[in-house]
């Protein structure tokens, strides 16, 4: 007669908490990383891409003209997020970073963005109208091939926050800080990086979530 072996139960696999970073204590209350947003052939299902790929563990945008490259991700986030991203760009990249909703070029269209090139700026968008270039200020000056961050942030008031620091050097910073009205309010949104000119490389994506500023 057969001897009866116990069945063992299967074992829970926990998914590893990723560690924010303590800079962003300095911008955000209560800072907590949702997820790590991949970066590789695997988690191309997180992303709509054109004219760009994974390569050695970065997205890398190609030199192609007209704002034709670029990475947007599939999934969106709700207010009180933010994302984080490390990037460099090589001589020459003219590119924009930053979070949207809705569809480009109509009237529920909003975008905040950072703009790069030769300087550093915001460029964002409500409906079909550009709202033109604003500095960013404090200290940093961004320079080819060497890595920042950026953290951009929305808050469920129409609060936003754009910051960009030097990945080796934190101290020097730049931000910018603006609110909108209600129609920039109670929207979800999504991360994209642009580029006309030049190569842009993004190594890390994260979603966080936070209580305020």
Partial sequence: TPTLT?????TQTLTPT??????LD???ANPFVVKEIGIGYTSSWMWEYEHGKFSGG?????????????FITNETFPTNHAILV??????????NMGIQ???FDTTNFRGWSIHGG???TMSNREGANWLGYQPLIGNLTLTVNDWYTVLLAVKDDGDFLAVVWDSADPTRAIQYHQSFDS????????????????EVWVDSVMLISFDGY
Avoid: C, H, M
Wanted: hydrophobic share 35%; no cysteine; charged share 25%.
């Fill in 6 to 10: 116990d069945t063992l139960e299967p």
């Fill in 18 to 23: 990723l560690e924010s970073p303590a800079i």
């Fill in 26 to 28: 300095e911008y955000l």
């Fill in 58 to 70: 970065k997205i890398i945008l190609e030199a192609l003209p007209n704002w034709d490259p670029y």
């Fill in 86 to 95: 490390r990037f460099s760009r090589k001589s020459g990249a003219n590119f």
């Fill in 101 to 103: 909703t809705g569809e």
């Fill in 118 to 120: 030769d300087i550093t």
């Fill in 183 to 198: 129609s920039w309010i109670g929207k979800d949104w999504q991360f994209r990086v642009g580029s006309k000119a030049g």
